[in-house]
Every structure is written in structure tokens, then in C-alpha cells.
């Protein structure tokens, strides 16, 4: 395992950063969590090297953060940071602030947390966690040693970006990042703002929650076309870690297989290795990515539930996998499965709650009835 100096705050972590939220399963639909599987890849994924964990509140049904709390027993707790996070909602004064992170605290096992971060804010979230004396709430409870440092995940534009990582005190931030993002959200240039400003960079959704993981055809050819071998997953990271800005790649796993695969690729990992040539062979796959990709829905299951019963993630994957891979939706085996469930399209009443919620500012009302004409 590689470690990476967190920017300002002289500490260091593991290059690779283990995401609890997407166990048992759960980006495919399933949200019951298999408690002692996923307790044993977080302690393998430590034993590995990992030092970062992140987590949230709302993980899992509201299950990640005790998991994780149970798997950091027996001493591992002493050998890793970790990270979670302060959803809006709960939260509306200083009191519903302080009971929030104390059940927080209680769930994980522990008396302090390292990284606290506000949850999934844009400019709009800022203002709300202004509003209610969130950031004087986090500089006191970092006094009083119940977190380290005082962080924000962030889903919004570059503008928005750009006035709340300059508007307080940040020691932290997490960004959606990938080489398909590169002018999504923080993007490129947000990195790059973090960096000059000293803070350092945690990634999420670095494989867009998978896709990236396995190649369609054309991708597939332009890996193959090239003279060193390389996996998708193994590109990706590669692409990711060679910028000297970023702190940690969180990926969340829900095989021993995936654990192990990444404990060797960021074994391997070091900013600037990466060639000319490798870098523009990433260009030409973005571009092959984009030429078949229906949506950019990376499953994070944020909108879900939906208050009627449509399986919004469910319909977004196979509609981007049948586009990206190819397959007819007559014979899908997923379409069909989900079309037994029910849990389709039509149910939609248009009230609006996913689209409050997606942190990718997806048109999903009108997406889901297009993608359900189109695979129909
Ligand atoms: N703060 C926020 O707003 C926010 C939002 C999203 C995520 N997050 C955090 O960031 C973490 C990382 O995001 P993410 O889970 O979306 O990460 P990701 O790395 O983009 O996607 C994880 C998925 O990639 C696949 N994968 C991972 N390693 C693999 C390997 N070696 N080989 C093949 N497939 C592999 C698995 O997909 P399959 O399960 O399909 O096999 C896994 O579930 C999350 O777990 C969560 O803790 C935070």
C-alpha cells in the first residue's frame, strides 16, 4: 500500500480509502447488509494497509456506521481514520447537531471521529449548515476532541465549488471524481483550487460507482490496442493517483476479489507516472465512454426510496448497461426481473422527492419514462 501525504495537515493515508456504502450488493438493489461478510472485508481491507474509512449517517438504511463500529473492535480501531458525515435533514439547531453526532459516535464505538464532514452540500446545503452554526458546532467539537478536522462532501457546480472551499476553515474535502468527470461538478479545476489551497482531496465514486470497472467493446479495444496491459479498474485508479492533489481513492467493495485487486493496484500507484501516451489513451476512452453512456447515474441510491415504489437505480443501470454492453431488452435478464418486481417507471407520480435528492441534478422524472419507452 501506498501512502499519501493529506496536504496541510502533514498526515498521512492510505492511497486507497475503503467506502462503506456499498455492501451486500447494494448498488444492484439490495439493501440488506450481510453483516459478518462485510465486517470481514472491512478487516481485510485493513490488514492490507488501509487507513481510511468513510462512512455516513445514512449509509445502509443507517446501518454502515454500526458495522463499521463492530469491525473496528478487537483493536482496529487504533489503526485507521475514520470519516463520516452530517446529513441536512436530520439536523436543524445546535442541539439536533450535538444528539446527531453523538449517536454517531455511539454507533462507530469510539470517542472521537477524525474526519466530520458536512453531507453532499452545494452551495445551497453551505448555506443551510451556515444557517443553523454548523461550522462554529464542528470548530467546538474539534476542541473538545470529538472530531479532527473539519470537512465537507461536495455535489454541485464549480461555482458553487469554488465560494464554499474559500468560505471557511476547510481541513478536508471529498469530490466526485474520475476521468469521465473531469468538467463535472468540482471537476478538474476544482481539484486543482483545493490543491493550491492546501487541502487535501478524498475521492469518491473514482470508478463512477463501477462502470468504469468493466469495459464495453470499444473500450475494451482501445485497452487492448495499447502496448502495456493494464485492467479497466487498474487504469482508472492509475489515471486518478497520478495527481499529486489527492489524498485518498475511496472505492467501495463488496468482494474479497475487489478488495485484493485493489490492494495490489494501489500498491503500485505514485503521482506523475503517467505517460503522454497513457494519458491521451485515457482522453480517447473517455470519449468512447460518452459515445454510449444513456445517463450519468452512478447507483449512489441517494433518491432512493421513492415514495411510490420505483426502483430508480435499477432502471438507470440497465439502461446504461444494455447501451454500453449491448443485448437486446427482450431477453435482459435484469429487464425482466425487473419488470416481475414491478417497481417500474409507471408507478412515477411525479412528485418530485428523487430530483431533490440525486446528486448528480438528473432530470430523473423525464429520464425514467424515456428510458422505459426506449427499453419497451
Ligand atoms: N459523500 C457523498 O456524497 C458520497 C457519494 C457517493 C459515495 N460516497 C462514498 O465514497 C465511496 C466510494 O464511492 P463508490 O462506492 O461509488 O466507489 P467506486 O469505486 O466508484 O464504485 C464502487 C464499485 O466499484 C466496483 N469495484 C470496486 N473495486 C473493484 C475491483 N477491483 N474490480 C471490479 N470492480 C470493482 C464495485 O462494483 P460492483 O458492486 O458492481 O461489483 C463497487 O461496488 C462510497 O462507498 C461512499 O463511502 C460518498
Known amino acids: 500500500m501506498k501512502y499519501r501525504?493529506?496536504?496541510?495537515?502533514?498526515?498521512q493515508g492510505s492511497a486507497f480509502?475503503?467506502?462503506?456504502m456499498r455492501f451486500n450488493g447494494e448498488a444492484s438493489g439490495d439493501s440488506v447488509i450481510d453483516e459478518q461478510k462485510a465486517i470481514g472485508l472491512i478487516r481485510r481491507a485493513i490488514d492490507g494497509g488501509v487507513t481510511y474509512l468513510d462512512t455516513a449517517y445514512v449509509y445502509l438504511d443507517k446501518t454502515s456506521e454500526v458495522v463499521l463500529g463492530k469491525a473496528l473492535q478487537d483493536g482496529y480501531r487504533d489503526r485507521v481514520t475514520i470519516a463520516t458525515k452530517m446529513p441536512q435533514h436530520a439536523v436543524h439547531d445546535r442541539a439536533s447537531m450535538q444528539a446527531l453526532l453523538d449517536e454517531e459516535l455511539k454507533k462507530l464505538q469510539t470517542d472521537h471521529i477524525d474526519f466530520y464532514l458536512m453531507h453532499g452540500i452545494d452551495r445551497k446545503g453551505w448555506e443551510y449548515f451556515k444557517s443553523i452554526g454548523a461550522p462554529e458546532f464542528f470548530d467546538d467539537m474539534k476542541k473538545e476532541g470529538k472530531i479532527r478536522y473539519k470537512c465537507f462532501s461536495f455535489h454541485g457546480s464549480y461555482d458553487d465549488f469554488e465560494y464554499i472551499i474559500q468560505?471557511?476553515?476547510?481541513?478536508m474535502v471529498q469530490i466526485q471524481y474520475n476521468f469521465m468527470d473531469i468538467n463535472n461538478?468540482?471537476?478538474?479545476?476544482?481539484?486543482?483550487l483545493a490543491g493550491r489551497l492546501g487541502i487535501p482531496v478524498v475521492i469518491m465514486e473514482g470508478l463512477l460507482g463501477g462502470r468504469l470497472a468493466r469495459a464495453p467493446e470499444n473500450v475494451q479495444a482501445l485497452y487492448d490496442a495499447f502496448p502495456v496491459k493494464r485492467s479497466a479498474v487498474e487504469w482508472a485508479f492509475r489515471w486518478l493517483c497520478n495527481r499529486p492533489e489527492i489524498a485518498t481513492v475511496l472505492s467501495g467493495c463488496n468482494e474479497t476479489?475487489?478488495?485484493?485487486?485493489?490492494?495490489?493496484?494501489?500498491?503500485t500507484v505514485e503521482p506523475d507516472i503517467m505517460t503522454e501516451e497513457e494519458l491521451k489513451l485515457m482522453d480517447d476512452v473517455r470519449e468512447a465512454y460518452i459515445s454510449r453512456t444513456k445517463i450519468g447515474c452512478t447507483s449512489c441510491r441517494y433518491c432512493m426510496p421513492c415514495p411510490n415504489g420505483v426502483n430508480i437505480p435499477g432502471m438507470?443501470?440497465?439502461?446504461?448497461?444494455?447501451?454500453?454492453?449491448?443485448?437486446?431488452?427482450k431477453h435482459d435478464w435484469n429487464m425482466q426481473n425487473y419488470r416481475k418486481k414491478g417497481d417500474t417507471p409507471e408507478k412515477c407520480?411525479?412528485?418530485?422527492?428523487?430530483?431533490?435528492?440525486?446528486?448528480q441534478h438528473l432530470n430523473i422524472m423525464d429520464e425514467l419514462q424515456r428510458a422505459w419507452k426506449e427499453l419497451n
Do not use: V
Not at 476479489?257 to 500498491?267: G, K, T, V
Not at 438507470?316 to 431488452?329: A, E, R, T, V
Open 17 to 20: 480509502g475503503l467506502g462503506c
Open 257 to 267: 476479489e475487489q478488495i485484493d485487486d485493489n490492494l495490489r493496484i494501489f500498491d
Open 167 to 171: 468560505d471557511s476553515d476547510w481541513d
Open 185 to 192: 461538478q468540482a471537476g478538474t479545476k476544482g481539484l486543482e
Open 316 to 329: 438507470f443501470s440497465i439502461w446504461n448497461n444494455i447501451s454500453l454492453y449491448g443485448g437486446d431488452p
Open 5 to 11: 501525504t493529506f496536504g496541510k495537515l502533514g498526515i
Open 349 to 359: 407520480i411525479q412528485c418530485g422527492a428523487c430530483e431533490a435528492a440525486c446528486p
